[in-house]
């Protein structure tokens, strides 16, 4: 064999190994489809093209992908925060220096409210009940049978004075006790419910829900009548048991516990509020009108108010509040 023969076979060796390489299948590797290309072409993620953010001398066209966006499947393009580019390739103006922030959260539904506020009710009523036991410790006879007798071991005598005499309608009290302070005193227990009844708030003479909000302070202010005479707490037949003592003569008894404040104070109460409730709706527009400017006029004008709404007044001591006590319902004054 001459060297040219030897040489063609030795060139023949080396070139087999490089052409099986090439003859063979290309690797297949998971993962996403990412396609060498230009770098002014960008990558390829599932059909969505990002574009780099800038492309040093490359001439923009109107089919070029903005810089720093995506080019989705469906011809559209998103920056990669999700906003949507403009033209050329800037982030809209209300984007910018824009951080997304998730949706609160709903707060828990809170507990809710009733119709009636009964902590400010029961407050009310302490202090209204406090208020004229304060007066009766004013009296000698109360702070002496406060010193003689013993608060609660005497209560039951109390009670028990108004069943074992027979019928008595009379307490002791005088004509005006009976039938003008005591219906006072149920007005007011009916404005102590309706200050805390919320579907009464606001609620004037003639609109509608007034009657039933009558009806139910009604009810109130007979109770709290009966807890102001009887209770065993704080009552007139605890606080110098109101009752126990009485004088029969002839079958006919007298004391200081009888039957007439059990009607009189609700029933009679009641006659005070609707009257007073009426005239705040009908005649203290009228006040304010031709009561107004000086001082006598307006000293008058509360005057006025005060003696056709007694009730209110005092309630309004109750409350400090003699402001709202005194206003004229704005349903009154268009």
Not at 63 to 75: C, E, K, N, V, Y
Not at 97 to 123: E, H
């Amino acid at each position: 064999m001459n060297h040219t023969a030897a040489l063609a076979i030795l060139l023949i060796i080396l070139t087999v190994p490089s052409a099986s390489a090439q003859s063979a299948p290309p690797a297949t590797k998971s993962g996403p489809d990412v396609s060498r290309a230009p770098a002014s072409a960008g990558l390829q993620f599932g059909g969505a093209s990002l574009t780099p953010a800038s492309t040093e001398g490359a001439p923009a066209s109107a089919s070029q992908t903005p810089a720093g966006s995506l080019r989705m499947p469906d011809g559209t393009s998103r920056t990669t925060d999700g906003s949507s580019p403009t033209a050329d390739g800037s982030r809209p103006a209300s984007d910018l220096n824009t951080v997304p922030v998730p949706d609160a959260p709903p707060p828990p539904p809170g507990r809710p409210k009733g119709n009636i506020d009964w902590a400010g009710l029961l407050s009310e009523q302490l202090r209204a009940d406090g208020l004229m036991h304060m007066y009766r410790l004013s009296r000698g006879k109360i702070r002496a049978e406060l010193h003689t007798s013993s608060y609660f071991g005497d209560y039951p005598d109390a009670i028990r004075g108004y069943f074992t005499t027979g019928f008595r309608w009379s307490d002791g009290d005088s004509a005006a006790t009976n039938n003008i302070s005591h219906l006072i005193m149920g007005a007011a227990y009916s404005h102590v419910y309706t200050n805390h009844d919320r579907r009464c708030s606001g609620v004037d003479y003639g609109e509608a829900g007034y009657w039933p909000c009558f009806r139910r302070a009604a009810i109130y202010s007979a109770v709290a009548t009966v807890s102001w005479e009887w209770n065993p707490l704080l009552s007139e037949a605890t606080l110098g048991h109101v009752g126990r003592h009485y004088v029969c003569v002839k079958g006919r008894c007298t004391g200081e516990g009888g039957w007439t404040d059990f009607v009189m104070t609700p029933l009679g109460g009641l006659g005070f509020r609707l009257a007073g409730d009426v005239a705040r709706k009908k005649l203290w527009p009228i006040l304010d009108r031709r009561l107004s400017g000086s001082l006598g006029a307006r000293i008058l004008n509360v005057a006025a108010k005060a003696a056709t709404d007694p009730g209110r007044m005092a309630n309004a001591v109750f409350n400090l509040n003699f402001k709202a006590a005194l206003s004229t319902p704005a349903s009154a004054q268009r």
